[in-house]
């Protein structure tokens, strides 16, 4: 819940209805109902790289211009010198 600054309501919603999203194991003892839910940090890292490379790819349709391209033409560009006075 911290990672995403997110309520326990909405983690538990994504995870219902978000095959993407890491799964939950419990740990413990379940026939005493003895045993902790919890998020295994590979599967969560693992699921926030795919989120963030996929926000990445879906971006560039914004960009009509590569980025390497513009700082080339930046470093080209000279600054108009103001007359002498």
């Given at each position: 819940?911290?990672?995403?600054?997110?309520?326990?309501?909405?983690?538990?919603?994504?995870?219902?209805?978000?095959?993407?999203f890491p799964r939950k194991h419990k740990f413990g003892n379940p026939f005493n109902e003895n045993c902790s839910t919890?998020?295994?940090?590979?599967?969560?890292?693992?699921?926030?790289?795919?989120?963030?490379?996929?926000?990445a790819e879906w971006t560039k349709q914004f960009d009509p211009v590569d980025s390497d391209t513009k700082q080339r033409a930046s470093d080209h560009t000279e600054t108009p010198k103001s007359p002498p006075m």
């Open positions: 819940m911290r990672l995403f600054e997110v309520s326990r309501a909405t983690i538990d919603r994504w995870h219902r209805e978000n095959p993407d919890r998020f295994v940090v590979p599967e969560v890292n693992a699921y926030v790289a795919m989120v963030e490379g996929d926000r």
